[in-house]
């Protein structure tokens, strides 16, 4: 029944090496995001995708992908894992709508940790 | 421009009102936030206030809009040892999809 779900929950990875952090929600959103929390605790958002289409692309790396194959994925690929990947990496939804209040689910969170 | 700001640290003892404070610098906000982070865990919604309005009840919790000041309160009524966590504020500006969230307010209830 987990509304927004996210693999893996923990990530260990050294350095230079490429990773993806999956993404799913069940609620029928139209809207997917990731945010990125880093050690104390500042979250700040990464990507939005509305309906498979890029709707917010903030300054991020390039070496950080998103894709979304379907309105209920959204995954987070990224290439040559620097130190500073380290973080908390969470995924959220929501229903769009100029009308609506655009309330955000999150996910429980990808812990991602670059050696 | 766009910026949060919340004080870093609240401690109460059980049984009390916590009031979590947070102003926000962008006026043309339409919907305002609460989340709450338990550890090890991600944000849950408590609770939002649409822009036009100044207080929001919802059992335990009351919010408070001051859109002349620019500042969104939090007062969670007898406050219990659950209620340990870190709370976010955030803000929606306009129609975009993106929120702008705070740094969190770390509350501390003792026994």
């Known amino acids: 029944d987990t509304a927004v779900s996210q693999t893996p929950k923990y990530l260990v990875t050294q350095m230079g090496n490429d990773k993806s952090i999956k993404c799913e929600q069940n609620?029928?959103?139209?809207?997917m995001y990731w945010y990125k929390q880093d050690s104390k605790k500042f979250l700040k958002i990464m990507f939005s995708?509305?309906?498979?289409?890029?709707?917010i692309n903030e300054t991020v790396p390039n070496r950080f992908s998103p894709k979304s194959p379907d309105k209920a994925h959204l995954n987070l690929h990224i290439n040559s894992l620097e130190l500073g990947d380290s973080a908390v990496y969470f995924c959220?939804?929501?229903?769009?709508?100029?009308?609506?209040?655009?309330?955000?689910?999150f996910g429980p969170g990808t812990r991602l940790t670059v050696t | 421009g766009e910026d949060v700001e919340q004080s870093l640290f609240l401690s109460v003892r059980e049984g009390d009102s916590s009031v979590i404070n947070c102003t926000y610098t962008?006026?043309?906000?339409?919907?305002l936030y609460w989340y709450k982070q338990e550890p090890g865990a991600g944000l849950q919604l408590l609770t939002y206030?649409?822009?036009?309005?100044d207080m929001k009840q919802d059992q335990r919790l009351t919010v408070l809009l001051n859109k002349k000041d620019k500042h969104l309160s939090l007062r969670i009524a007898d406050t219990q040892t659950g209620d340990s966590a870190i709370y976010f504020c955030?803000?929606?500006?306009?129609?975009?999809?993106?929120?702008?969230f705070g740094s969190g307010t770390r509350l501390l209830v003792r026994p």
């Open positions: 959220a939804s929501s229903q769009g709508g100029t009308m609506l209040s655009y309330e955000q689910y």
């Open positions: 609620l029928g959103h139209d809207t």
């Open positions: 995708y509305n309906n498979k289409e890029l709707i």
């Open positions: 962008d006026s043309s906000s339409t919907y």
């Open positions: 206030i649409f822009s036009n309005m």
């Open positions: 955030a803000e929606k500006i306009g129609s975009s999809y993106k929120l702008i």
